[in-house]
């Protein structure tokens, strides 16, 4: 349900741009034959000629409409031009249109705080903009008036063709009015510098709205389409919502809108003006009742995110009809395409954004065969999101076996899936001094560098990442021609002599993952066994790497005496037993001895600890 959130004390400039027919301007750049002529992007699906996802002004005119079938819209017009969305794994590939995408927002990002609302739509936030323009050069000082920005469309203002411009230029540089006109004008100038530069630079149109909050930029940005703007002026505002049908506002096209239609009698937004907010209240709760009341006067404190990625990674595809797949096989080899291309996006984010994804979700729709409530929801499933194509494949399919237990149960019956999708959420930014787990497990034939984002060829591999510090010990001088850092540590054995590993190209011990956070010269603290030190500037000594054999001497003192590094230990209660998970099965034993160690001490066997993955230096 709606929350209503707090309006800000200034008054903003809030803009929402939306390209005009966007897949369709795609298609006349990649084939300028196209332009002018009538057009229409059809989704990848062979059924009556595959359905229409974006449909050009010329194609409009002739009654197209998106909602038609490809063999339909040859009907209505005989001419059109119908171009299929490229396909890759039996599915539309709509890359190409992100990377479009991608274009403009570079643009606009240029002006404010930017919010990629979709593959085709952007919120800026133009209120620091606006306000240096205003002070700097404000429309009504300026002798030229950008002549984009005269043929907005302003709400309530006359708009006879004859003397339209000269109306809007007279009401953008008015010198008597109100702070928040001002602004206003000064927005209604910033967006259409940026529409101008988007079709120079892209070649594509878009459509805007103008106001002071997203609600009504949003509202209004798709009234004069295309290639227009759209200005609301706060005493505007309520005439414009008066009328507005209330399915037509945001968050109010669904279950809340229908309730306030049967259970209020609202048709209009203005309608909701007759109730308290006391009223609203009582029927839908303190917090969507509030909201409902702020919405009838048009407030709105919802902010523009500066976000120019999208917040999740999304791979569908329906089976409509006979195509639904009614049985495990099928459901697999759909899922295993979806997760591949899930895996192919999040990869390259990690590669192009250094962002990584935290939840992968499983969503479908499903029927059941002779039953009456034969529609039944089937229930979404999430679960950490492991990268790795293999995995993603591992995990969704686990993902659907659950919802499918949650629909049907455990009774063996008939059922079909009409649609199936995976989706990676939760996206996060990589902290500054962090790398890929794989760059210190690769061994010495491997690239590291191509390694950490190839999904390919190491399709198991986990997304863990880890902060990277040098730890050398201050004992035993031993070189280290790692590629990746010069990382030596040793775990010690209650008093038992440390074994010494000989150098190995390439390949690091575990313990270099865990690093300390924050490293001092000559800070101890005393966890639980495991102890890596680090040389300070005045030390030339190397490392060396013991094993432990058992808990009963994981106490004892050590001495560091010598005062040429520094020394520290880890807890390892500090380990997460998820990550620990993600680890070769002989690592794993081994780390679970120091967190849950066995009862009695089990003897050494090669092949079972960190010490026997490295092979012994050649002499």
């Known amino acids: 349900m709606p929350v209503a959130r707090p309006e800000p004390q200034e008054p903003r400039v809030i803009a929402h741009l939306d390209l005009d027919c966007f897949y369709v301007q795609v298609e006349q750049r990649r084939n300028p034959a196209l332009r002018g002529q009538p057009t229409a992007v059809v989704q990848y699906n062979d059924w009556k000629g595959g359905g229409l996802i974006a449909v050009s002004y010329e194609a409009r005119k002739f009654g197209v409409k998106r909602s038609m079938r490809g063999d339909e819209a040859k009907n209505v017009c005989p001419g059109i031009n119908l171009v299929q969305v490229p396909v890759s794994r039996d599915k539309a590939d709509l890359n190409v249109y992100r990377n479009a995408g991608s274009e403009v927002v570079a643009i606009l990002s240029t002006k404010g705080k930017c919010e990629r609302a979709s593959i085709d739509e952007v919120y800026l936030d133009l209120t620091d903009a606006a306000k240096e323009m205003l002070l700097e050069s404000p429309p009504e000082s300026s002798e030229f008036t950008f002549e984009e920005a005269t043929k907005s469309n302003i709400l309530d203002l006359p708009s006879d063709v004859g003397d339209r411009e ?11 009015a109100n702070y928040q006109d001002k602004l206003l004008a000064c927005g209604a100038v910033l967006v259409a510098q940026l529409r101008v530069k988007v079709l120079e630079e892209t070649q594509f149109t878009c459509s805007a709205g103008i106001a002071h909050n997203k609600m009504l930029a949003k509202l209004v940005s798709g009234m004069h389409k295309p290639a227009q703007q759209t200005v609301v002026p706060s005493s505007s505002v309520q005439d414009f919502l008066a009328s507005l049908p209330v399915k037509k506002m945001k968050q109010l096209g669904g279950k809340l809108g229908s ?20 009223k609203l209240q009582e029927y839908y709760g303190v917090n969507t009742g509030t909201w409902l009341w702020k919405t009838a006067r048009g407030f709105s404190g919802e902010e523009v995110e500066d976000r120019l990625l999208p917040k999740s990674h999304g791979c569908g595809k329906t089976f409509p009809g006979p195509k639904a797949l009614k049985n495990h096989s099928s459901v697999k080899s759909w899922l295993d395409k979806l997760c591949e291309e899930l895996s192919e996006r999040i990869q390259s984010d990690l590669s192009c954004n250094k962002r990584v994804a935290q939840t992968l979700t499983l969503h479908a729709r499903a029927s059941k065969e002779n039953e009456c409530n034969s529609m039944k929801k089937f229930p979404s499933k999430s679960c950490p999101l492991r990268y790795g194509t293999g995995k993603i494949q591992e995990d969704a399919m686990k993902l659907f076996e659950s919802g499918l237990h949650d629909f049907w149960g455990s009774r063996s019956a008939r059922w079909s899936i009409t649609s199936l999708s995976v989706t990676a959420s939760k996206i996060f930014d990589i902290p500054s001094g962090t790398n890929s787990i794989l760059k210190y497990i690769k061994g010495p034939s491997s690239n590291a560098s191509t390694a950490i984002l190839d999904s390919s060829s190491t399709p198991e591999l986990t997304p863990f990442v880890v902060h990277e510090e040098q730890c050398e010990p201050s004992s035993i001088k031993e070189e280290c021609d790692n590629s990746i850092s010069a990382t030596q540590c040793r775990l010690i054995e209650g008093k038992g002599a440390p074994k010494k590993l000989s150098k190995v190209q390439g390949t690091g011990s575990i313990l270099k993952f865990l690093s300390q956070s924050q490293p001092a010269q000559h800070e101890k603290r005393n966890f639980d066994g495991l102890i890596c030190s680090h040389q300070g500037p005045e030390s030339s000594s190397g490392a060396s790497v013991a094993e432990q054999h058992g808990r009963d001497n994981i106490n004892t003192a050590v001495d560091h005496s010598s005062g040429s590094g520094d020394t520290w230990m880890l807890n390892v209660e500090d380990i997460d037993p998820d990550v620990v998970g993600e680890l070769p099965l002989e690592i794993q034993r081994e780390i679970q001895g120091w967190i849950r160690p066995s009862k009695q001490a089990t003897p050494k066997k090669r092949g079972s600890t960190i010490s026997s993955y490295f092979s012994p230096a050649r002499r």
């Open 166 to 176: 000269e109306n809007v230029k007279a009401w953008l540089c008015r010198a008597d």
């Open 259 to 278: 309730s306030l239609q049967d259970d209020l009698g609202v048709k209009t937004v203005g309608d909701l003006l007759g109730f308290t907010e006391e």
